[in-house]
């Protein structure tokens, strides 16, 4: 029973979270919201032809959306305002090296235990379901913005309230994606100082 239980546990955690809520949606809201923007009757035409869902259309949908949401992850990690790696150095700025470093002493220091494991894996999707969706629904704001405020017939009522929508949900989205940063670094802080009795982790904030 405890198998079976750490076996959902898992497949949560990494597939439905990590992968899924956290890479392939974001992904096809963003491809879809980049289709729109410059062609957007193309997009409702592919969408009355696709074939009746099956295996071999989820996993295409999948594995577009997957790369898709892999190339936003990327280019929303370059953006000052979008946190995937945790760490920094003396510089202030949050670097690769820095938080690979930190993570390895957090896997060394949580020796395997499973609980204190899957609770950074926890922090660290919410992290970049955060970090992937704001971007994505930027992409979404844009489209709205052009066809549904600056269209040929003039600004629509429902496509403003719309765009304003959007432009909340993202900036929450940004404020939430640097709390769950914060969660991470804290909660990898106090397991490597715990466990390995290392005192000399930084204290600073998210940048």
Known sequence: MRELSDLFESLYSHFILRDVLAKVLPGL????????FFAPRPLIHLRSHL???????????YGIGFMVGMLIQYLGALAP??????WREDTRRMTVETSLSRAAQFQKAASGNQVLLRQRE??????????????????ALLAVVRYGVFNRGGPEPHGIAL???LAAI?????????FHAIEQR???ER????????DSTQNDDAG
């Open 191 to 198: 397991v490597i100082r715990l466990f390995s009795g290392n």
């Open 122 to 139: 926890r922090f660290a999707v919410l992290k970049e379901m955060a970090a992937n969706f704001a971007p994505s629904l930027l992409l």
């Open 170 to 178: 993202i900036v929450a989205l940004v404020f939430q994606n640097r």
């Open 29 to 36: 809201i963003g491809l879809a919201s980049i289709v729109s």
């Open 51 to 61: 074939p009746e869902p099956g295996l071999t259309t989820v996993a295409i949908l």
């Open 186 to 188: 804290t909660w990898e």
């Open 81 to 86: 305002f979008i946190h995937i790696h945790v």
């Open 163 to 165: 765009g304003i929508l």
